[in-house]
């Protein structure tokens, strides 16, 4: 089971637990939702999509915007991911693993 995810932090190196975080597939404008991560053991990384999407993302890629926002501070990031019906698990083909909201 393969997921794409990323890391917030600030500009210390102190990850972040989100006030909101949308990712919106730019192909298709479906969103994806997510439980918010546990603020203890995974404080910071967030899901943006999973192989349980894999059916609604194109063979070739699509583009995934994902908006975070923590405070006054706002991010947005364009991450690429392959999948498709024919594929057995989804790869990020391009987008940041950690992002600094400054």
Do not use: M, W
């Not at 919106?24 to 910071?44: C, H, M, Q, S």
């Not at 501070?73 to 690429?80: H, K």
């Amino acid at each position: 089971f393969r997921s794409v995810a990323v890391k917030y932090e600030d500009t210390q190196g102190r990850l972040l637990v989100l006030d909101s975080i949308k990712a919106v597939n730019l192909r298709t404008a479906e969103a994806y939702t997510y439980y918010p991560p546990d603020t203890i053991y995974a404080k910071g990384f967030y899901t943006i999509v999973t192989d349980n999407d894999r059916k609604k993302i194109s063979e070739r890629g699509d583009t995934i915007r994902v908006e975070a926002i923590k405070g006054n501070l706002r991010d947005i990031a364009n991450f690429v991911v392959a999948g498709g019906e024919c594929a057995c698990h989804i790869s990020k083909l391009s987008g940041p693993t950690k992002i600094v909201l400054q």
